[in-house]
């Protein structure tokens, strides 16, 4: 059933639990999937982690099998995530299947790593001595994920951050806190501890103010650049050492075309690139650049190509394109269509 799905915060395994605001799909404004309670502010600035040493002193060995158990188990429960994907970020199911792909990429990727960067490296020494190259988890990171990869980037910020032996206060998008809370409960079955894994459901301003927690080692986050530049100022601003900020942002994504160029791939790469994920990819196409003598004919071929997509409900397998996240988003799109319209 719908309703059985709810998000709330989880500190040290703990449901932490303000008042509950029922969850509506973007692709259908009067079906409701599920309840979430964002933290409040109070409780926010109650928050404490000081978190036990367990995982950090763990084995990398150890630590890969429990994430690799994981990667098995969001593979074990796909159908729940392809629901999932499709109710609360409104995804096609082509690209759900691709983003539960990449969700065990990540894990299967960062294991690799980890099992490289934690052998001891001999360093080139003086005569009579030897010195070695030994990498140490950080502490702890605070991982802020979007909602147009709800699934595939917050799995990778956190199971990275897992798998060097940190601890992880994660902090999912608002729109899509059940995606996240789903993940984690994964997370902690599989055999993370729940004094590692702290997720905090909450809103923009919830981010804001865990970036300025001290015991914080470092942030990983991906979203907009001003939201970047504003994390970049509190960690800065912070006592102790200086925090580690790993940040994706986005950007505008350009392709050329020349006469030389294979027409039909042309424009599948276009179409797969510009409106996949209802465009809301920091990847996805902006602009194209085409060689004047070829111009007109790939307008009319793009043009073509563009009118047998099908927008609608993700939920039906012939959809292409399904809805944009929220009204904010929706909004400024319109606003921008206008602006593009009157000059």
């Known amino acids: 059933d719908n309703h059985d799905?709810?998000?709330?915060?989880?500190?040290?395994?703990?449901?932490?639990?303000?008042?509950?605001?029922?969850?509506?799909?973007?692709?259908?404004?009067?079906?409701?999937?599920?309840?979430?309670?964002?933290?409040?502010?109070?409780?926010?600035?109650?928050?404490?982690?000081?978190?036990?040493?367990?995982w950090r002193k763990s084995s990398v060995k150890s630590r890969i099998e429990?994430?690799?158990?994981?990667?098995?188990?969001?593979?074990?429960?796909?159908?729940?995530?392809?629901?999932?994907?499709?109710?609360?970020?409104?995804?096609?199911?082509?690209?759900?299947?691709?983003?539960?792909?990449?969700?065990?990429?990540?894990?299967?990727?960062?294991?690799?790593?980890?099992?490289?960067?934690?052998?001891?490296?001999?360093?080139?020494?003086?005569?009579g001595e030897k010195n070695y190259l030994r990498h140490a988890p950080k502490g702890t990171f605070l991982c802020i994920s979007p909602w147009n990869f709800p699934m595939a980037i917050f799995v990778g910020q956190v199971s990275a951050a897992l798998l060097t032996g940190n601890t992880v206060i994660a902090k999912p998008a608002e729109d899509t806190s059940l995606i996240a809370s789903e993940i984690v409960k994964v997370f902690h079955d599989c055999g993370v501890p729940k004094d590692a894994l702290h997720l905090v459901v909450g809103g923009k301003d919830a981010g804001n103010e865990l970036t300025k927690i001290n015991a914080l080692s470092g942030v990983a986050f991906t979203g907009s650049t001003s939201a970047a530049k504003k994390i970049n100022m509190n960690l800065a601003e912070s006592d102790g050492p200086i925090k580690t900020l790993i940040a994706e942002t986005g950007g505008q994504n350009v392709m050329f075309v020349d006469s030389s160029s294979l027409k039909e791939q042309v424009i599948d790469d276009v179409v797969r690139s510009a409106f996949y994920?209802?465009?809301?990819?920091?990847?996805?196409?902006?602009?194209?650049?085409?060689?004047?003598?070829?111009?007109?004919?790939y307008w009319d071929y793009l043009k073509e190509a563009m009118d047998e997509l099908e927008i609608g409900d993700p939920n039906n397998a012939s959809t292409d394109i399904g809805p944009i996240i929220n009204q904010t988003s929706l909004d400024k799109l319109n606003r921008h269509i206008n602006n593009l319209k009157e000059t």
């Not at 509506?24 to 404004?29: E, G, T, V």
């Not at 309840?35 to 109650?46: A, E, G, T």
């Not at 209802?278 to 060689?291: E, H, N, T």
């Open 5 to 54: 799905f709810y998000a709330c915060s989880l500190l040290h395994g703990e449901e932490v639990i303000d008042t509950y605001e029922d969850k509506f799909s973007p692709s259908d404004q009067s079906k409701k999937i599920g309840r979430v309670s964002y933290l409040s502010k109070d409780n926010l600035s109650k928050i404490n982690f000081n978190n036990g040493d367990d």
């Open 277 to 297: 994920s209802a465009g809301q990819r920091c990847s996805a196409l902006r602009v194209v650049y085409v060689q004047e003598e070829v111009a007109q004919e």
């Open 66 to 127: 429990v994430l690799k158990k994981a990667a098995n188990s969001l593979q074990e429960n796909a159908n729940l995530f392809y629901a999932l994907l499709v109710k609360e970020a409104g995804k096609s199911l082509k690209d759900c299947d691709a983003e539960i792909r990449e969700s065990i990429d990540f894990i299967n990727y960062y294991s690799a790593q980890a099992k490289k960067i934690f052998n001891d490296i001999e360093l080139e020494s003086p005569s």
